[in-house]
Nanobody
Framework: QVQLVESGGGLVQAGGSLRLSCSAS????????MGWYRQAPGKEREWVARITQSGVTNYADSVKGRFTISRGNAKNTVYLQMTSLRPEDTAVYYC????????WGQGTQVTVSS
């Protein structure tokens, strides 16, 4: 099974920005609706954003206006640009298909300090 690999997480102060990347070999990203998800400590994993094959995007209310999901020009990458970060955005972030029908990768940790 082709793996989805997340990267770009880190430690940032509240109000800061990060850009997460999700990449895979082949064309699986370009031919699927892709989503970003996150799981905060002690909480269930939640959906954050998704993008269709044609570029239509949707966002969870908690991140609307602050996060932007996009596809890379190379078609095998999807990004999550996060701005105006808040401590409550602290979580492990994952990319996956939407809806999810496969296992999860390792994710990338995002920590927002107050």
């Amino acid at each position: 099974q082709v793996q989805l690999v997340e990267s770009g997480g880190g430690l940032v102060q509240a109000g800061g920005s990060l850009r997460l990347s999700c990449s895979a070999s082949g064309s699986i990203i370009s031919i699927n609706v892709m989503g970003w998800y996150r799981q905060a400590p002690g909480k269930e994993r939640e959906w954050v954003a998704r993008i269709t094959q044609s570029g239509v995007t949707n966002y969870a209310d908690s991140v609307k206006g602050r996060f932007t999901i996009s596809r890379g020009n190379a078609k095998n990458t999807v990004y999550l640009q996060m701005t105006s970060l808040r401590p409550e955005d602290t979580a492990v972030y994952y990319c996956n298909f939407w809806p999810v029908n496969r296992g999860w990768g390792q994710g990338t940790q995002v920590t927002v300090s107050s």
